[in-house]
């Protein structure tokens, strides 16, 4: 099949990149080849006559998408309308990337896919809105995932949360992390790899979630970073109120799929995950 990937640099786009080269046709594109938001640009997809097209192009600073709502639903809503109308003229099948910030966090336990979204923030609700318009190609996916961390850093964001807590860490800085905002977090290149199982098994067309299993506070997910990596470092819980955040946050977004794994697919546990990402980037030596 021959595959083009809109935000190749990225950290999900980057690893979808490298599971799918082997076996497809892969088209990368960076923001410097094409602009979600401005459909022009966007007709440059049929020049590579994709059998599909994912679309990990977002506008997902959090805080910023408060002050700037326009930017965020020209990339995050109006991007995914653009690809999606071409997708459906060129009868490619379109995979858009969502997030967990599509639910409000008052299940207070993991969300599935049948569960009905309802977003606080600007990101969340520009997300929806793309998910929406995506629908508008029968031929779609939409694979929500979450709290991303993978070897080539959050373009934009510059690293992740990882290496935040690593280079903190290595500083002896005191580090505060919030520890009443639960989320999944996920390797990106266990995500990518699921996305490839859903193309290549052709799974049924709709919506699934691709997070790593379980799920923890940001608090511990970097307790366990440092633990796994051997660093010790002064490491103090906080309360989400205390954080000087412009955009609120869902308390509870873990996710969790169902339908994966009728189809045979599950994720691994974040923590095996979390493991292979710090022996990949040089953190943890001995195993």
């Not at 960076?30 to 938001?37: D, L, P, Q």
């Not at 805080?63 to 809503?77: A, G, I, R, W």
């Not at 002896?172 to 009443?180: F, L, R, Y």
């Amino acid at each position: 099949m021959r595959i083009v990937i809109i935000g190749s640099n990225g950290q999900l786009g980057t690893d979808l990149v490298k599971v799918l080269r082997g076996e497809h046709e892969v088209v990368g594109l960076g923001h410097h080849e094409i602009e979600v938001a401005d459909y022009a640009s966007c007709l440059r997809l049929k020049e590579h006559h994709p059998n599909i097209i994912i679309n990990t192009a977002a506008f997902h600073k959090t805080d910023q998408c408060e002050e700037e709502p326009l930017k965020t639903f020209s990339v995050n809503t109006i991007g995914a309308r653009n690809i999606t109308k071409i997708s459906a003229e060129i009868e490619a099948t379109n995979v858009f990337i969502s997030t967990d910030y599509v639910f409000d966090g008052s299940k207070n336990k993991p969300y599935g896919e049948k569960d009905v979204p309802n977003p606080i923030n600007t990101y969340g609700i520009s997300k929806l809105a793309g998910e929406l318009y995506t629908k508008q190609n029968p031929k779609h996916y939409t694979v929500r995932v979450a709290s991303l961390f993978g070897t080539a850093g959050a373009s934009g964001k510059g690293g992740n949360f990882v290496e935040t807590m690593i280079a903190k860490a290595k500083k002896n800085e005191p580090i505060s992390v919030v520890d009443d905002i639960w989320m999944s977090p996920t390797y990106t290149r266990d995500a990518a790899t699921t996305i490839r199982n859903v193309i290549q098994a052709k799974l049924p067309y709709g919506t699934y979630h691709a997070t790593n299993k379980g799920y923890c506070t940001w608090f511990q997910f970097a307790k366990e970073i440092l633990r796994l990596a051997d660093l010790k470092a002064t490491l103090t819980p906080t309360k989400a109120s205390q954080s000087q955040t412009k955009a609120p946050r869902p308390s509870f977004s873990a996710l969790k799929s169902i339908k994966l794994p009728k189809h045979g697919m599950q994720m691994r546990d974040w923590r095996k995950a979390l493991l292979d990402y710090l022996a990949e980037k040089g953190h943890r030596t001995h195993l």
